[in-house]
């Protein structure tokens, strides 16, 4: 694959005369200060800071120490107060083609005006609430509501069960949840409300709940706890003072699958975070003032955070953002969109991107996509066929392929091509470049820098601005997560190749995450959903690769002594998945076994499991206690097939 790739770089878009990239990453590395103190200026201070780095206590670093700020000052008020007031910030299209067009004023009035209705419901500087909505205003309208006085919100996606929601309420503390009657997806109604109701009863901290009319679906109003957002939320002219924060004040807490059963509440501050998301939208896109920038990811994400929220209205930019699923009602969805709202630049994932081609080239030749200028990428590693689909097909031979590498931890993008400092030749799968003040490696088990083209784990060699502070409730998890295998660096987890001309490729995961439709999810969070059944004694749960999603989950259970392996069982597994932890937790496949392969200490050999059932070599297995578990496991999969 690779030959094949380091046979095609495309050099298109390459003009070395206008290239600064590598002049920019150089004073990024030599002088830290000086270009931070430039590239700092993407937002505007209420305060400047006194130190650009407090690394002192490592691994908690301090970027920006003693400068002031507010995010929700820096993306609404700033371009108010200049030229923008009457410039529209989101174009927000609706699942059944509706349209509705915000102003930066307009939302900057309907910010002030939820961030009223907070304070008026008692919330003050470094409370938490959930948000849980879906595709619609309300919800950056009530992320940077928070942002303006100081609460941490803590956005939960609105395809996650009650029994994930009710995690993070417990783990964050939360004293009130924003969410809405209903969801629309795929012309069907998910009741958000009713989840809601659920996770509350698992929970004690939750006072308040505003609910917002989406849908129209009928929901249970406690008395005492839950209001309507439009009773609540006087749509006139107040203004609320911007809490004005410290740099390192947190902003949202985002939780993250990791490799136990509790996911991660990543954490990130108001001013590194938010000169990393801007700088890096900056660099990796080039937006340009009159530009519709369509970043197609949920907001639930990380993704969604930064690329739909933070970062484009920090820097100006008119958004599309779109409520519905993109093959719905038809598979030409996206290109409809592109056509009729004019996008310029269009950010989405791999996994779209291989669902869109599985229906072939005449979708996107229904519809005129001359406008796009550029393409993005992100979520998980992108294959040469789908790159080239999306080269060809989306964008024409013309536009660019940004193919952005990050994590929920990093903030925003960490290697990419700089379409905004001069833009490498690009090679098909290759992130190619670091973002200016990432300095990555490529090291062995042993913390040995790998020879070029070898395969290693990618870490960082020093802290950038957007990245996490802590993990909530867990600093000690931080420092042995992201810390401990290679001392003074950070690691993600990810494998990693740098090849002879310096392109970095990014290889998946190395650990026990998997990454389901660019979606990271963790094995045990599924395996913990699966015995919470009823029906279920024990379970083994992995990954197996797919050409649209990536990866599928592919579950082996053992069912307790009084069920038998039939089509309810299974179903009613899935019920318990789907409801417990949402959809997309769901295992595409489930196979019912009486044993499964196991240490004679008892723990289960996921890594056997998997070997066995993707007909690999399954490795040294003479500490399994039970060998005949492994025959069954292939028959299970024979039986399948
Ligand atoms: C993977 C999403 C290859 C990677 C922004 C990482 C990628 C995980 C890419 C983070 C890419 C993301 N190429 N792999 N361009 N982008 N990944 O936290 O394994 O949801 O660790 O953040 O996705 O997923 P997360």
């Known amino acids: 694959m690779r030959e094949e790739n380091e046979a095609l770089p495309i050099k298109e878009f390459y003009n070395p005369r206008k290239s600064n990239y590598?002049?920019?990453?150089?004073?990024?590395?030599?002088?830290?200060?000086?270009?931070?103190?430039?590239?700092?200026?993407?937002?505007?201070?209420?305060r400047d800071y006194d130190v650009m780095l407090d690394d002192s206590n490592p691994p908690f670093y301090k970027w920006f120490k003693g400068g002031k700020l507010n995010v929700s000052y820096n993306a609404l008020d700033r371009h108010v107060k200049m030229h923008r007031r009457n410039k529209a910030a989101y174009i927000w299209v609706a699942e059944n083609g509706e349209e509705k067009i915000v102003t930066?004023?307009?939302?900057?009035?309907?910010?002030?005006?939820?961030?009223?209705?907070?304070?008026?419901?008692?919330?003050?500087?470094?409370?938490?609430?959930?948000?849980?909505?879906?595709?619609?205003?309300?919800?950056?309208?009530?992320?940077?509501?928070?942002?303006?006085?100081?609460?941490?919100?803590?956005?939960?996606?609105?395809?996650?069960?009650?029994?994930?929601l009710a995690d993070r309420i417990k783990d964050s503390g939360a004293k009130l949840i924003v969410t809405s009657d209903g969801a629309n997806r795929n012309g069907k109604v998910v009741e958000l409300k009713k989840i809601v109701d659920e996770a509350l009863e698992e929970?004690?901290?939750?006072?308040?709940?505003i609910v917002v009319k989406r849908t129209g679906t009928s929901v249970n109003m406690e008395e005492g706890r839950d209001i309507w957002w439009h009773d609540t939320v006087k749509d006139g002219q107040t203004h609320v003072e911007p809490e004005w924060m410290d740099a390192n004040d947190p902003l949202y807490l985002l939780?993250?699958?990791?490799?136990?059963?509790?996911?991660?509440?990543?954490?990130?501050?108001?001013?590194?975070?938010?000169?990393?998301?801007?700088?890096?939208?900056?660099w990796a896109f080039d937006p340009q003032e009159d530009d519709r920038w369509w970043c197609a990811a949920d907001i639930g994400w990380v993704t969604g955070h930064s690329y739909?929220?933070?970062?484009?209205?920090?820097?100006?930019?008119?958004?599309?953002?779109?409520?519905?699923?993109?093959?719905?009602?038809?598979p030409d969805r996206m290109w409809e969109i592109i056509e009729k709202y004019r996008v310029n630049i269009l950010y989405t994932s791999p996994t779209a991107i291989r669902t869109l081609m599985r229906y072939g080239d005449r979708y996107p030749k229904m519809h005129d996509l001359s406008t796009l200028k550029t393409l993005g990428t992100v979520g998980e590693p992108i294959n040469p066929a789908a790159w080239k689909w999306y080269y060809e097909n989306v964008g024409n031979s013309k536009c660019p392929i940004i193919d952005t590498y990050w994590q929920t931890e990093t903030g925003g993008c960490m290697i990419a091509p700089s379409l905004g400092l001069g833009l490498p030749p690009l090679k098909p799968g290759s992130g190619t470049f670091p973002m200016p003040g990432v300095e990555p490696v490529v090291l062995d088990e042993n913390g040995k820098e790998v020879p070029a083209g070898q395969k290693g784990y990618i870490a960082y060699k020093r802290p950038w601005p957007g990245m996490l502070m802590t993990l909530n409730n867990d600093p000690e998890r931080f420092k042995q997560v992201y810390f401990e295998k290679y001392p003074g660096m950070y690691f993600c987890a990810d494998y990693a190749m740098k090849d002879q001309d310096g392109y970095y490729w990014l290889l998946g995961r190395s650990d026990e995450v998997l990454n389901v439709s660019g979606h990271r999810l963790g094995t045990i969070e599924v395996e913990d959903a699966l015995i919470s059944s009823r029906e279920v004694?024990?379970?083994?749960?992995?990954?197996?690769?797919?050409?649209?999603?990536?990866?599928?989950?592919?579950?082996?259970v053992v069912l307790k002594d009084e069920f038998v392996n039939d089509r309810e069982v299974i179903a009613k597994i899935r019920k318990n998945i789907r409801e417990n932890l949402g959809p997309i937790y769901v295992p595409e496949e489930i196979h019912i076994v009486k044993t499964l392969p196991k240490?004679?200490?008892?723990?289960?050999?996921?890594?056997?499991?998997?070997?066995?059932a993707l007909n690999q070599f399954p490795g040294d297995i003479s500490t399994l206690e039970n060998t005949a578990s492994v025959e069954e496991v292939k028959e299970a999969i024979e039986e399948f097939r």
Request: hydrophobic share 45%.
């Open 22 to 46: 590598e002049e920019v990453y150089r004073k990024s590395m030599e002088e830290p200060e000086k270009f931070w103190k430039e590239a700092s200026k993407v937002v505007e201070w209420y």
């Open 104 to 164: 930066y004023d307009g939302l900057l009035r309907r910010v002030n005006n939820f961030a009223r209705s907070l304070i008026d419901l008692g919330m003050k500087k470094g409370d938490r609430i959930i948000i849980y909505l879906p595709m619609i205003l309300e919800a950056p309208v009530a992320m940077l509501a928070c942002a303006r006085i100081g609460v941490v919100f803590s956005f939960v996606f609105a395809g996650y069960g009650a029994g994930a």
């Open 203 to 209: 929970t004690s901290s939750v006072g308040t709940v």
């Open 255 to 282: 939780y993250s699958s990791g490799t136990t059963g509790k996911p991660k509440g990543v954490l990130h501050g108001n001013g590194g975070y938010s000169v990393w998301v801007a700088n890096t939208l900056k």
């Open 308 to 330: 739909i929220v933070f970062a484009p209205l920090i820097l100006g930019l008119t958004s599309i953002m779109f409520e519905g699923a993109i093959t719905y009602p038809a």
């Open 537 to 556: 004694a024990e379970s083994a749960v992995f990954g197996k690769p797919d050409s649209v999603k990536g990866e599928v989950i592919v579950a082996f």
């Open 599 to 612: 240490t004679r200490s008892g723990k289960i050999m996921r890594r056997v499991v998997k070997a066995v």
